[in-house]
């Protein structure tokens, strides 16, 4: 902070001259300007500097009465050809999945499950404990020992829904896991071993720049010993396994049968116990997604804001990820709120939590403007650009280069694919963002869900 050295008498003015006169209005003059500046800088300490500022290394004024908005610095310079957006969320504060659950949306509200560390339920049992093989559809099954449980105020211990009014119930056995570190344990198995059937399951094979991203951060992971790609690869398959519902499908069913479920919602499925649900869901929060997530966009962060440009590839690899994990967190979000017919009070019925994928969005455009702004990272796949020295300075082998080469080709497609769902909010489709990271123009301004139109009703996946 700069200190205003006090002017000697010769260079007073006329009115800094009565002032001076007047010793208790130049302390008043003077505590107005340490109160204004000290309030300057509490809230520049709070809100951390703007990404413009930073880059410009310039200090971030914010607006006093409208923290939120733009800063002075960028309000000056809106119109600047450099369209640098004002953006203040740094990239371990990116959001990603929901992490926040409220009493309403959960089968029980008991602190072991969502105290700071879920732990066994205290109303376990240990007896009759049973091996549950458990599905989400695709690859080898996740496998937990579950035991009994005397169920305690606020548990569910039964699934219900409407029909015309009418209330319908499927009462459910009291099982809970049993052993929490176990469970963690092969959550995690169960994760190396099903990655690429989810991949699979969730990109379309015709998508081929998502597709032969997905292939060449499993490459660069796997036999380039990239330990980002494959803590990113882990954080991607996390954020799915959480959006959906385990089922159980080996020999033990806790009792139950197909027949129970005939004519309910989960016909054709036996679904786990509403407690156990939320064991499942708490697990993976606290101790796979929340660690990997600060894990993944701390290392991202040190090699991008220190403009370190060396890593391009790999930071280009995981911001594409990420996005792509956006994507799919959106569609979800989109989905979610269809089958249930749900209408946000005050917003509408394409999504669930609206404040939620807003807060996506933004997180997509902090992720790109981190890439293009800070290191560039647009220039090296922008075909005959003086950047393409760069990528000859990567680390890279044939199969990267062939990629790289793959995408020099589908470049104006992607881009142009983009830019139509961008204009039409097509947010739930995956190419959606991903072409931002190597368009030559992106458009920075904050974006605020709008309603699909009549007769837009199913846009997942096509465009
Ligand atoms: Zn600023
Ligand atoms: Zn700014």
């Not at 700069?2 to 001259?17: F, G, I, M, N, Y």
């Not at 733009?70 to 740094?90: D, F, K, Y």
């Not at 959906?244 to 499908?249: D, E, Q, S």
Request: glycine share 4%.
């Amino acid at each position: 902070m700069h200190e205003t050295a006090l002017p000697t008498d010769r260079h007073l003015s006329t009115s800094q001259l009565k002032q001076r006169s007047n010793p208790s209005k130049v302390i008043k003059v003077r505590a107005a300007f340490d109160n204004a500046s000290r309030q300057e800088t509490a809230l520049v300490r709070k809100l951390g500097s703007c990404l413009r500022c930073r880059g410009r290394k310039e200090r971030c004024k914010p607006d006093i009465l409208n923290p939120n908005g733009e800063c002075i610095n960028c309000a000056l310079t809106s119109l600047s050809v450099h369209q640098i957006p004002c953006i203040r969320t740094r990239i371990p504060q990116v959001s990603l999945y929901h992490t926040v659950t409220t009493e309403n949306d959960t089968w029980t509200i008991r602190p072991e499950i969502f105290g700071t560390e879920p732990t066994e339920l205290s109303s376990a049992l240990h007896t009759g404990v049973k091996i549950l093989e458990l599905t989400q559809d695709y690859g080898k099954p996740l496998v937990v020992r579950v035991t009994e449980f005397i169920p305690v105020d606020g548990d569910q211990t039964s699934y219900i829904w409407s029909i015309d009014g009418a209330e319908l119930e499927l009462p459910m056995p009291c099982y809970a896991i049993t052993n929490i570190p176990e469970t963690k344990a092969a959550m995690e198995t169960y994760m190396v071993q099903n990655l690429e059937r989810y991949i699979d399951s969730f990109i379309d094979r015709n998508d081929s720049v998502v597709w032969a991203t997905f292939q060449i951060a499993i490459h660069r992971a796997r036999y380039r010993n990239s330990i980002l790609l494959q803590k990113m690869l882990r954080l991607w398959i996390a954020s799915r396994m959480v959006e959906k519902a385990w089922h159980i499908c080996g020999r033990e069913t806790l009792g139950l049968s197909h027949a129970d479920t005939a004519g309910t919602p989960y016909e054709g499925k036996i679904p786990i116990p509403p407690v156990m649900d939320s064991q499942f869901d708490q697990i993976m929060v606290r101790f796979i997604l929340n660690p990997l997530r600060a894990q993944v966009l701390k290392i991202l962060d040190s090699r991008i804001t220190p403009g370190k440009r060396s890593e391009w590839f790999e930071t280009y690899l995981v911001v594409s990820l990420l996005l792509n994990s956006i994507t799919l967190s959106t569609a979800h979000d989109h989905k979610f709120a269809k089958l249930h017919r749900h209408v946000a009070a005050g917003r509408g019925s394409r999504f669930e939590d609206y404040n939620l994928i807003e807060s996506y969005f933004h997180g997509a455009q902090v992720l790109i403007a981190h890439f293009r702004v800070i290191i560039n990272g647009h220039r090296p796949l922008q075909s005959g650009s003086p950047d393409q020295i760069m990528i000859s300075h990567e680390d890279l082998d044939d199969k990267e280069v062939r990629y790289i080469t793959m995408i020099h080709s589908q470049l104006d497609t992607a881009i142009s694919t983009a830019n139509f769902l961008r204009k039409h909010n097509r947010y739930e489709n995956i190419m959606y963002w991903t072409p931002n990271l190597f368009s030559t123009s992106w458009d920075p301004s904050p974006i605020y869900i709008k309603e699909l139109e009549e007769g837009e009703a199913d846009l997942i996946g096509s465009y």
